[in-house]
């Protein structure tokens, strides 16, 4: 779910305009088609509702102050996830979903969707180049993260389209088609496992499954197919009754992370030129009434 006062700068809205919430600058979208929220920080999707359904994307109720990031939609981690950082750098899942972003382009088809372009305000590494387009429809949300290396040696890089889908009650979900694929639990020491059966999740759980098949989540209420492209590793994770400071426990049920990421079981070496995309694709498994 989203909180109240973002709830009422999406009713506010008519077709599509710019406004500030939280200290951030917002791309509010409300349409026959659905409702999309794309914030200039991070270039993070942070609300996608498709119409006549509920929000598939969760946001925290209290939101961290500028510099910080905000906790939930879709945001970027880039040009590395979690702590595989480069020599020198520090900031857990890379400067990009702090950093600025600047919309170059909206192209909208008032009654299908909208596709947006984005990239960052100033550079965010020597090498490498990210760009951002978002896709959103009457049935689905797409997100390409594009990375270009524009430098002269291979770079390594890892990252994630960190999703927080909205659920009911995150420990009654259901993550379907990681049934026998390895993973690195991050919760004891990166131990490699085999998942045994299909995933339900319980309490917290902080997973790198080594996969790139379709996932579907379920909570009870609904389906949701999560489609990938360029992304071999899976995280799911979830902080259980610990969450983090900006998220309260009763908040965070509401939420469950099911990750399109590149991680150390699958880093990408991009040579001089050469282009990643990373794309995370959500459709309804079957239409909500
Ligand atoms: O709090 P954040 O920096 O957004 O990170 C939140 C979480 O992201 C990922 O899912 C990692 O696997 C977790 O280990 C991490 O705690």
Partial sequence: MIPESLRALV?????QRTCEWQGRMLLILNRAWGELVVCHQGAQVLHYQPASQRPWLWVT???????GSIRGGIPLCWPWFA????????????????????????????????EIHASPQ???????????????????????LITENRGETPV????ALHTYFAVEDAFQCRVTGLAGAS????????????????????GPLDRIYQSSQVQVLEDGQ?????????????????????????????????????ETA????????????????????????????
Wanted: aromatic residues 6%.
């Fill in 11 to 15: 009713d506010a809205t008519s077709g």
């Fill in 61 to 67: 109720e209290t939101p961290a102050a500028l510099p």
């Fill in 83 to 114: 702590d595989e950082y480069p020599e020198g750098e520090t900031e857990l899942h890379g400067p990009a979903r702090k950093a600025e972003w600047r919309i170059d382009a909206v192209e909208e088809d008032e009654e299908e969707g909208v």
């Fill in 122 to 144: 100033s550079p965010l590494h020597a090498a490498l180049s990210p760009r951002v387009v978002i896709f959103a429809g009457r049935h689905f949300l797409k997100v390409e």
């Fill in 156 to 159: 390594k890089m890892t990252g």
């Fill in 183 to 202: 993973y690195l639990d991050k919760r004891q020491d990166f131990s490699r496992l085999d998942q045994q059966g299909e995933l339900g999740i319980r």
């Fill in 222 to 258: 609904r389906r949701l197919r999560i489609a990938k492209q360029g992304s071999d590793s899976t995280v799911v994770w979830h902080p259980g009754d610990a969450p983090p400071a900006d998220t309260s426990v009763e908040n965070a049920r509401g939420f469950l992370c099911v």
């Fill in 262 to 289: 590149c991680t150390r079981l699958d880093p990408v070496w991009l040579p001089p030129g050469a282009q990643h995309l990373l794309v995370q694709h959500i459709s309804p498994l079957e239409q909500e009434g």
